[in-house]
């Protein structure tokens, strides 16, 4: 594993998590409100995640990057393997 897909790793989980959270942290909100519980979430999940995207927007961009660098490397040996099987020289 390099640097590279450990980085993606870590944002990943990071973004996730961070979301997650927020999404708890609106529950909580309208829990304290005396909203019931799987109410609290359900808005929770419709606002959370929405504003995730807009609160995390750089760690949300380097995430895209590092999925889309990964896509590229695999489509790259993907193209090469299909090359190779169809005997064409490079």
């Not at 999404?23 to 979430?41: E, H, Q, T």
Request: hydrophobic share 55%.
């Amino acid at each position: 594993m390099d640097t590279a897909d450990a980085t993606l790793g870590r944002d990943l989980a990071l973004y996730t998590a961070l979301r997650v959270l927020l999404v708890g942290a609106v529950a909580g909100v309208l829990v304290l409100f005396d909203l019931p519980l799987l109410v609290a979430l359900a808005i929770g999940l419709v606002v959370g995640f929405p504003l995730g995207l807009l609160l995390f927007r750089g760690l949300n961009t380097r995430v895209t990057a590092g999925l889309a660098a990964r896509h590229a490397g695999r489509n790259a040996e993907r193209d090469r393997l299909r090359a190779e099987l169809r005997g064409d020289q490079e």
